[in-house]
């Protein structure tokens, strides 16, 4: 201890915070410590051991409780407050917080070493917005909580973002907006994050929604600022062992993503867009005509309205163009297609359900108080309009009984359009506040109205909501996040990766984006492949395209649907392994797509790396970015070999390769001693099972030890693990240079219908002598330099396979 002590001495005394702020005294109260100041009051608490709150209540003002983001409540009992006559201590068994007297100054610590301190804290100061937000961030003056944060570090975080993975040096803008048809850079976008994540291995979470900045160091000074222009002054710090277990905390924090329903990890069918049912029929059979899988067709605002403008909001269907839609969501369902429909917030005052939204008072108003008379309209490009109250109790209920009328007929997901809000001045009142107070909470909330829905409406399934605008934790309301309106270009592709890395370490695991691009007219086929070769191994395979140049896989010429078609039924092959993953991140909030600094966090040439990653634990991607590209680079991590996914070639640890490039698919390496299960191509996850399935095992001598698993359940019920109707098949290898053993087990939920399996165990990379299974020897395949085991699979049952080198 006097150790840790004499550390924090020493390191605090290099800064000093606000002169005119006073420690006046302390006390502690219901596990918080209170440290009152000359111009107000510090609240400090602990979480957890990895996670510690700090709220400023400047004089004259009340502490606001309510937080848009958290859902943890404090542990109890695992802080202890120490004191000497200089400085009070809040520590935890992972971090350390320090109050020094004179001059006043609040340090936090991770293992002995300094994370951040606040450097002038709170003060505010005079309203300077950035260009690109002039006329939407408006405000005399701004509240600051200000740091001081070390030279070395390299920041990641503030949301969705084309800026280069370390993002210090900017000023960002929290103000959730669309970016149409950026491409490589894009400095504001619609999904905005109060957020900084650290390569010192720490986040810091600005608790408060309202609009404002977060300053990454742009003066290069050394500080860390967020600016608001109201609101609370929260904020935690949050610490990890490792990035993924960093992460899990924030999750733990901020809530977890429900388990998807397995459907949404198959091929989407989607355009801008559908004009009448006849052509989604016929778009449907076009792929059951190829035998191309998919799982759902979304579709745009044409199901209300035959043009683009002055029809938003009737949220009804459009009858002469779509006649009978429960039957054709009826047939579509008997297939095992979903339908999903898109919705936006907007009420146009042209709108059929206008004049029901303003005599139930469910619109924002022009009146401060929320009850107010009027309804606030105003122009934008679809028309006049209002906008959902989705704040208002009323309008909340209103909003949501429109979606469980549309979910009875048959819809099986919804699509949340405009939810920035895409247009919402700031004059606009709800009875959530301001405009200003809650627009970047809006789209939070209208994910968290559908969420709650179906909890209260149709509790055993599992939503699906996509979404291009959130907040904070909006994760817990099972959202699906999209990167927006990219542009349709070898540019736009090339921004992908560090939007979904990024977006994942902040929560949101399901980042993705439109398939081949969205914006503009460009029509280029190696550009659209690339962009699925891609899609393959990131978390929603959606193409989605303005209606100049199909997006669906089944609307293509000849040659480039049969190139399309392998990828998609690699998308269909791997789902028991991204289901895994899914489940892995409902459990711990893991990323499904990760930077290559997860696996070696201590290497800083890998700590700006985004065009390589890795998804899962186990597969190690570089999408092709470029036009004509022959060859490209791969660094392949130190932990493990490294073997092509398409030829088993072996890749060294450690090592730095040249890789060529080949049309069919882009650079894909499996991590030596990793477990793939993988099934048969289906025509959609109706027809999915693992009665019979291919577990390929990669043997790495360098490995000596490995494991996986494969979750799985029903792949609807909502919360089927905690209702125990899951299984859990568990991997283990052990090899000492003569002998391979591989052990099969499983966990199985007392409420789940297990089913037995015939399993083909590959084995790649290998030439065996015999294979002994449960002390048997038995046959087995060779082909090249693999060989093929089958195994019965009983219920209940181990398996010990023993191969002999």
């Given at each position: 201890?006097?150790k ?14 606000n ?7 302390f ?14 009051v510090?609240l400090?608490?602990a ?13 004259g ?13 404090p ?5 202890k ?5 200089s400085?009070?201590?809040l520590y935890?068994k992972?971090i350390v ?12 610590f991770?293992?002995q070493?300094l994370?951040?301190s606040?450097?002038n ?8 917005p950035?260009e ?7 405000a ?18 503030g ?5 280069g ?7 960002l803008a ?9 491409e490589?850079y894009s400095?504001?976008m ?5 957020m900084?994540l650290?390569?010192?291995?720490y986040?810091v979470h ?10 990454l ?5 050394n ?14 710090v ?6 993924t277990d ?14 998807p329903?397995?459907?949404?990890l198959g ?14 029929e ?5 792929f059951?005509?190829d035998?191309?899988p ?6 745009d ?8 403008k002055?029809t ?13 839609p429960?039957?054709?969501?009826a ?8 339908t999903?429909?898109i919705?936006?917030?907007f009420?146009?005052?042209?709108s059929?359900k ?5 005599d139930?008072k ?5 009146h401060?108080?929320a ?7 105003y122009d ?10 989705i ?12 979606y469980?009328k ?24 709800t009875?959530?506040?301001k405009?200003?107070?809650v ?32 907040y ?6 099972g ?22 890395l990024?977006?994942g370490m902040?929560g ?13 007219d ?10 699925l070769q891609?899609?393959?191994f990131?978390?929603i395979?959606?193409p ?14 000849i ?8 990828q998609?039924?690699l ?29 070696e ?5 890998l ?6 990653y890795?998804w899962?634990?186990?597969f ?5 970015t470029k036009?004509?590209?022959t ?6 991590p ?8 398409y ?10 390769s040249?890789?060529e490039?080949?049309?069919d698919h882009?650079?894909?390496?499996v991590?030596?001693?990793?477990f793939?299960?993988m ?7 109706s027809k999915?099972s ?10 790495d001598a360098?490995?000596a030890q ?8 029903d792949?609807t019920t ?8 899951f299984e ?8 000492n ?5 591989i052990?099969l ?17 590959i ?15 038995i ?5 090249k330099?693999k ?7 009983t219920?209940?049952?181990e ?7």
């Amino acid at each position: 201890m006097k150790k840790i002590f004499f550390l924090l001495f020493i390191t605090s005394l290099s800064f000093a915070q606000n002169t005119n702020r006073k420690f006046e005294s302390f006390k502690e109260s219901n596990n918080t410590l209170e440290i009152n100041t000359s111009d107000g009051v510090y609240l400090i608490k602990a979480y957890s051991e990895k996670i510690v709150e700090t709220s400023f209540i400047p004089k004259g003002e009340y502490f606001n409780p309510i937080s848009e983001a958290v859902v943890a409540v404090p542990k109890k009992g695992i802080s202890k407050v120490i004191k000497t006559p200089s400085r009070i201590s809040l520590y935890t068994k992972g971090i350390v917080v320090t109050i020094q007297k004179s001059p006043f100054q609040i340090s936090y610590f991770n293992q002995q070493k300094l994370l951040l301190s606040e450097k002038n804290g709170y003060f505010k100061q005079k309203h300077i917005p950035l260009e690109n937000v002039k006329g939407n961030i408006k405000a005399d003056s701004t509240e600051v909580l200000q740091f001081s944060i070390s030279p070395d570090e390299m920041l990641y975080g503030g949301g969705a973002r084309a800026l280069g993975m370390n993002r210090r040096g900017n000023k960002l803008a929290l103000y959730n907006r669309a970016d149409y048809g950026y491409e490589t850079y894009s400095k504001l976008m619609n999904f905005t994050v109060p957020m900084v994540l650290s390569s010192k291995m720490y986040a810091v979470h600005f608790d408060n929604s309202a609009i404002g900045y977060l300053d990454l160091d742009s003066k290069k000074d050394n500080t860390l600022a967020y600016e608001t222009i109201s609101g609370r002054k929260t904020y935690q710090v949050i610490v990890g062992d490792s990035w993924t277990d960093l992460i899990s905390n924030y999750t733990d924090l901020t809530g977890k993503q429900p388990l998807p329903a397995r459907w949404t990890l198959g091929n989407f069918s989607s355009r801008f867009g559908y004009h009448s049912q006849e052509e989604v029929e016929k778009t449907i059979k076009k792929f059951e005509d190829d035998k191309i899988p998919v799982d759902a067709i979304i579709l745009d605002l044409y199901w209300f309205g035959k043009g683009m403008k002055g029809t938003m909001g009737n949220l009804d269907w459009e009858k002469e163009t779509f006649p009978n839609p429960e039957k054709m969501m009826a047939d579509l369902n008997a297939k095992g297609i979903k339908t999903v429909l898109i919705t936006e917030p907007f009420v146009l005052t042209t709108s059929k359900k206008w004049q029901e939204a303003v005599d139930k008072k469910v619109v924002a108003t022009d009146h401060p108080e929320a009850s107010g008379e009027k309804p606030f309209t105003y122009d934008f490009y679809f028309g006049n309009t209002g906008i959902v109250d989705i704040f208002k109790p009323d309008g909340k209920d209103w909003f949501w009984n429109i979606y469980k009328k549309l979910i009875n007929q048959g819809v099986g997901g919804l699509w949340g359009d405009l939810g920035e809000p895409e247009v919402f001045p700031s004059e606009a009142v709800t009875a959530g506040g301001k405009a200003d107070e809650v627009h970047n909470v809006y789209g939070h909330n209208w994910a968290k109205l559908i969420a709650d829905g179906y909890k209260k409406d149709f509790a055993n399934q599992r939503p699906f909501i996509l979404m291009r605008a959130g907040y904070s934790g909006s994760q817990r309301f099972g959202m699906m996040p999209w990167s927006g309106d990219v542009s349709r270009s070898w540019g736009g592709l090339q921004s992908q990766m560090e939007i979904s890395l990024q977006m994942g370490m902040q929560g949101l695991g399901y980042m993705h984006s439109d398939l081949g691009g969205f914006a503009g007219d460009y029509f280029d086929n190696e550009l659209y492949l690339r962009w699925l070769q891609y899609g393959v191994f990131q978390p929603i395979f959606r193409p989605h395209a303005q209606e100049e140049v199909a997006s669906e896989v089944a609307r293509k010429d000849i040659i480039t649907k049969a190139k399309a078609k392998k990828q998609v039924e690699l998308r269909y092959q791997l789902l028991p392994y991204n289901y895994t993953l899914a489940f892995e991140n409902n459990q711990k909030g893991t990323p499904l797509m990760r930077p290559m600094f997860f696996e070696e966090p201590n290497n800083s040439k890998l700590l700006t790396v985004c065009e390589t990653y890795l998804w899962g634990n186990d597969f190690l991607v570089t999408p092709i970015t470029k036009s004509g590209m022959t060859s490209t680079s791969v660094y392949f991590p130190k932990n493990n070999n490294w073997f092509d996914f398409y030829s088993d070639e072996e890749k060294s640890a450690g090592t730095t390769s040249t890789i060529e490039v080949v049309e069919d698919h882009i650079p894909v390496f499996v991590r030596g001693g990793a477990f793939i299960p993988m099934i048969k191509t289906i025509q959609n996850t109706s027809k999915y099972s693992l009665d019979n399935f291919d577990l390929h095992y990669y043997f790495d001598a360098k490995t000596a030890q490995s494991s996986g698993k494969l979750y799985n359940d029903d792949g609807t019920t909502a919360n089927a693990f905690e209702k125990g109707a899951f299984e859990i098949l568990n991997f283990n290898s052990n090899t000492n240079g003569k002998t391979v053993v591989i052990k099969l087990s499983s966990e199985i939920g007392k409420n789940f219908q297990y089913s037995d399996k015939n399993v083909s165990l590959i084995v790649h990379n290998i030439k065996a002598k015999s294979v002994n299974l449960n002390g048997k020897t038995i046959a087995f395949n060779t082909v090249k330099n693999k060989i093929e085991i089958p195994v019965s699979w009983t219920k209940a049952s181990e398996m010990e396979i023993k191969i002999q080198l």
